[in-house]
């Protein structure tokens, strides 16, 4: 795939296209807006463009069109497969610049957001007002909304109240011809025409240039209980995921640490305070939430119960805000903790929760079958297992030769198992050429026919999700 390259006139012509928004071409904001959190890949734009309406962003993909130039929307630059990554040069479209929120409809339990806003910002600002906003990734202080729909990020309370999706009623969208349109209702039900609003999240940027969202809201949960639950058994932690569900209840996060996991964010994170004795193997982080305290009394002792039935070891109740704070820190730092012990990819897994005692043992398997190390972790309700094989001391050949072979062969146990590639992370750039195990051909034609009725010049966010 060929695109021109940016010239003096195309500038001019994209120039020409902000109001109030911001060009740049400096090496320094280009390479600072070419890489997010994928390994240690960098691919930086050849301008950036931070436009502040949907009016400029329509008017910089109509240039872009007419140019054929490609177009790479980003965002927090917090993603893990790549997605923001501009791979073939071209324009960065940096959309942190349109971060308003826009209208907090309290009579609909709706709020209409642009894509730069940060999902903690979000989160705040609909809790003062007794609103729950519930997808939570683990980088909500610093990733946005629009990046959250790209990617479909899920996060810890997703197994009980569902992902981004979940929560998106209606986009505006600007398609890669620079025209304008709204892809659904702002309605809890729509069975009109086709589902465009589900289509593009998800779509990575493939598809069109997310510039307004209206989101779903849910009355504020004003009660919370949480518990570690040590395990001697990384498997019996596992075994004993699904039966909490067989037992009837639905936690509002249940999390999984295996032992390094733990280590390493003990090692390299301040401010958290736990002794962990050696025959600990993995811990469960468990949170259930709701509006009555009974209840989820109730719902603690009978999560208790099954976890006693798989064998765990000490169980710590999170009896204060204090408490509970460090313990997610403990989990939400994993990822920050392996990242700054050694060079790593993370694979993000998911399986039907059933499965995942025997998606961990079969990634450990395959670990010591290739000779890497990997850390596991993840969320453990939807069977969502993120697996780090960290590079330490591996040579190149081996990170960049056999450690693909293996990653296949990871991918092919997930699939077997009823599961797929990614849960939450994306495909983008780094897992493109795995999604032949997942897909037949007749279904990749499919999304590429898809792709290109959308994009027919192929200039939105080339080189991502579809294998080449």
Request: proline share 5%; glycine share 10%; hydrophobic share 40%.
């Amino acid at each position: 795939m060929t695109f021109n390259k940016v010239n003096t006139d195309v500038i001019a012509a994209l120039r020409a296209c902000l109001d109030t928004g911001e060009l740049l071409t400096d090496p320094e904001d280009a390479a600072r807006y070419g890489h997010d959190e994928t390994e240690d890949l960098s691919f930086p734009p050849e301008i950036v463009l931070r436009p502040r309406s949907t009016a400029e962003v329509a008017r910089i993909v109509s240039v872009c069109a007419e140019n054929h130039i490609p177009i790479t929307p980003i965002g927090g630059r917090t993603g893990l497969s790549g997605g923001a990554l501009s791979i073939h040069g071209g324009i960065g479209l940096a959309l942190d610049r349109m971060d308003v929120i826009e209208d907090i409809d309290e009579r609909n339990l709706q709020v209409t957001v642009q894509p730069g806003v940060i999902t903690q910002v979000l989160m705040d600002a609909v809790a003062a007002k007794g609103l729950y906003y519930a997808p939570d990734p683990s980088s909500k202080g610093s990733c946005t909304i629009g990046g959250n729909i790209a990617e479909n990020a899920g996060g810890p309370r997703a197994v009980k109240y569902g992902v981004t999706r979940d929560f998106v009623l209606n986009l505006e969208v600007v398609l890669p011809n620079g025209e304008v349109i709204w892809t659904g209702a702002n309605t809890l039900k729509n069975a009109t025409g086709y589902d465009l609003t589900r289509l593009i999240v998800g779509s990575e940027g493939t598809l069109c240039v997310i510039t307004k969202a209206v989101l779903r809201l849910i009355p504020l949960p004003t009660v919370s209980r949480l518990m570690l639950v040590a395990f001697n058994s990384a498997t019996q932690a596992c075994e004993a995921v699904s039966a909490v569900f067989r037992a009837g209840i639905t936690p509002s996060a249940l999390e999984f640490m295996e032992r390094d996991a733990i280590d390493f964010t003990l090692q390299h994170v301040e401010g958290i305070t736990l002794e962990v004795p050696e025959s600990v193997q993995a811990h469960l982080l468990v949170e259930v939430d709701g509006q009555h305290a009974d209840v989820l009394m109730r719902e603690c002792e009978t999560i208790l119960g099954v976890m006693e039935a798989h064998g765990c070891g000490e169980v710590l109740f999170a009896e204060t805000s204090a408490e509970k704070d460090m313990l997610w820190k403990l989990r939400r730092n994993v990822a920050v903790a392996v990242k700054a012990h050694t060079v790593y990819k993370e694979e993000d897994t998911v399986v039907p929760r059933y499965e995942l005692p025997r998606l961990l043992a079969g990634i450990k398997a395959i670990g010591k079958a290739h000779g890497f190390r990997s850390i596991c972790y993840g969320h453990a309700g939807d069977g969502n297992l993120h697996v780090n094989i960290i590079k330490e001391g591996l040579s190149d050949t081996f990170w960049q030769v056999q450690l693909p072979v293996a990653i296949r062969e990871i991918f092919e146990l997930t699939v077997s198992l009823g599961g797929t590639l990614s849960g939450e992370h994306g495909i983008g750039l780094v897992q493109r050429s795995f999604m032949d195990i997942a897909f037949s051909p007749a279904q990749l034609t499919v999304m590429k026919g898809i792709k290109d009725l959308f994009d027919p010049t192929g200039i939105m966010n080339p080189g991502k999700v579809l294998p080449g």
